[in-house]
Every structure is written in C-alpha cells, then in structure tokens.
C-alpha cells in the first residue's frame, strides 16, 4: 500500500459523506422552519394594520389593545425564529436551509413588533 492511496482513501470519503444540494423545489424541515416563521410575521402584520386601525377610529370595535399586543408578540416571535434559522444555515440563499425565508420573518416581524407598538401607544391615548 503506498502512501498517496492512504492519504487519497479520506479526501475521497470526505467527497462521499458531503450533502448535494436541495434543488430550488425541494421542501426542506429549514425551509418549513422559515416559512412559518414569515407567516406569523405575517399574521403580526395584519394583526398590528387592524389595531392600528382600530386605534385611530377606522373600524369601531374597541381599541385594538388586545390585537396590537398579539402583533407585537407574533412579531417578536417571528423574529427570533427567523434569526435563529439565518445563524444556524450552512449554506446561502437557494441551498435549502431557509436563508431568504428566515430573512423575509425577521423583517416582516420587526414591522408586526413596530405596527403593534404604535397600536398600542394609541391606545393608551385614547383610553
């Protein structure tokens, strides 16, 4: 056994054991992850629009404390998901792990946390 075919059994092991990349159609558990993420970052969106709205007068069902409160944790939320799927991804955007999904959840999310903020500022005016 010579010595360059023991050192070249590891590299080509190492070849062998390395992970193919997801296809831009495959539905990975970090793209499951992130998906959710940005649609609880969604739902904070709607939650925080709606109790700002309610806020101001437009729609005349209450306040719009208890809505701006679940935005601004759906938001929060959605946050920390979305950034821990950012940290933890081995790879960029269109590799599977989620990137662009944890992404879009971080930044939908601050703007649910801002909307729900606002929300709830104008309620403690109008009360």
Known sequence: ???GSVLAAPASAHVLVQQAA???YTVTSERIWAS???VLALIGVVLGWLALARSTGRIRTGNGRAAAI???AA???AVVNGGLVVVTADG???TGNGMVGGFVAVVIGLIGVVLGRR???RSHRTA
């Open 1 to 3: 056994m010579s010595v």
């Open 22 to 24: 997801a296809s831009s």
């Open 36 to 38: 959710t993420a940005a």
């Open 70 to 72: 679940v935005a601004m």
């Open 75 to 77: 938001g929060l939320i």
């Open 92 to 94: 960029g955007p269109g």
């Open 119 to 121: 929300a709830l500022a």
